[in-house]
């Protein structure tokens, strides 16, 4: 599983994060877990909700900022966040992936919140490749 920290010398208002993989799909899925954490405590939400769902991009950045802006957005539409998710990142002509992800409501008095993420940045936005596998960085909004 990957890893990832909090840039606190970044972004003074925002949350800045640094993701490591070793592997694409670990990326995507350790970088939702690091959004999901920096929202709420993942042990407070019950795991009551699955959904599949499909996104496509022409980069790797951009398929990125798409996969946490629609993790947001189902937190601010349906009031859902989701601790785990399985992800599957192929080329084909565009970047696509295919994920499941597994959460639930936020539920008053049970979930406990942290932060209000409102949108992914393109500040400092990079997805690469390294030696050890893969690195993304990005910025969320709060």
Known sequence: ???????????IADCALDVTAGTLDDLFATAA???VETMVDPATVPPSVTRTLSL???????????????????????GEVFPRTEVAVCEQGAFRLDGRIEGGAIEPGRTALRADAKGVTLHQFVVER???GWHARFVIDL
């Open 1 to 11: 599983m990957g890893s990832f920290r909090r840039l606190d010398d970044i972004a």
């Open 56 to 78: 496509e991009a022409p980069t790797l950045e951009l398929l990125l900022f798409d996969w946490l802006s629609e993790l947001i957005f189902r937190k601010d539409a349906a």
């Open 33 to 35: 877990r690091a959004l």
């Open 130 to 132: 390294t030696p050890e």
